[in-house]
């Protein structure tokens, strides 16, 4: 599918992987691309590894499995780099994010060799500056965006305002936090 972007999330259960792949299919299709957003179920529990997949795109999608071959990966927890192939199938014109406050030069060793573009994003700092907590999901929702360029900067922006509303009207605090933790993420990659 040509207009079709694709991404995976690796996390543990608990860290808000497949929250961030729904959170990212619901702003997408706010802004009109067709979308899915969906995990991979297993003997999921907390601190388990999970998977998450997205699939944007302008036009239809009619497939409907699991993303063998994306043009993105999204690791929520480093860690996961010495317990999951989290580079299989990905595409050497595509991009991997890692939750670390590494750089790329030490991340790079454990990639199996990946030769495309790798980023890292210390999700941790921006979480706890901008929230007072670790949830790196949103930090990570951000970083998806901008390094995928699946939509405009200020359009994601406007859309998670209105989506973070919703979602957290009964607890309209954190809604402050979790925006400025995707302004700061957007900051940080410096796309």
Not at 35 to 45: C, K, S
Not at 76 to 103: C, M, Q, R, Y
Not at 129 to 150: D, E, H, I, Q
Request: no cysteine.
């Amino acid at each position: 599918m040509a207009n079709t972007l694709e991404i995976r999330w690796h996390g543990r259960g608990g860290q808000g992987a497949k929250t961030a792949a729904l959170l990212l299919a619901d702003v997408a299709f706010k802004t009109g691309k067709y979308v899915q957003g969906f995990p991979e179920y297993g003997p999921e529990r907390m601190g388990a590894p999970i998977t998450a997949y997205n699939r944007i795109s302008t036009d239809p999608i009619r497939v409907h499995s699991n993303i063998y071959t994306p043009e993105l990966v999204v690791v929520v927890d480093e860690t996961l780099l010495h317990a999951v192939d989290v580079t299989a199938g990905l595409k050497e014109d595509g991009a991997i994010i890692v939750n670390s406050p590494k750089p790329v030069e030490e991340i790079k060793p454990l990639l199996n060799g990946y030769k495309g573009r790798v980023y890292t994003l210390d999700a941790r700092t921006i979480s706890v500056k901008a929230l007072g907590k670790y949830f790196p999901n949103s930090p990570m929702l951000a970083a998806a965006v901008a390094v995928s360029g699946v939509m405009p900067k200020d359009e994601f922006i406007n859309e998670m305002q209105a989506s973070y509303e919703h979602k957290f009207a009964k607890k309209p605090e954190v809604i402050e936090g979790n925006m400025n933790a995707l302004k700061m993420t957007f900051e940080a990659l410096g796309l």
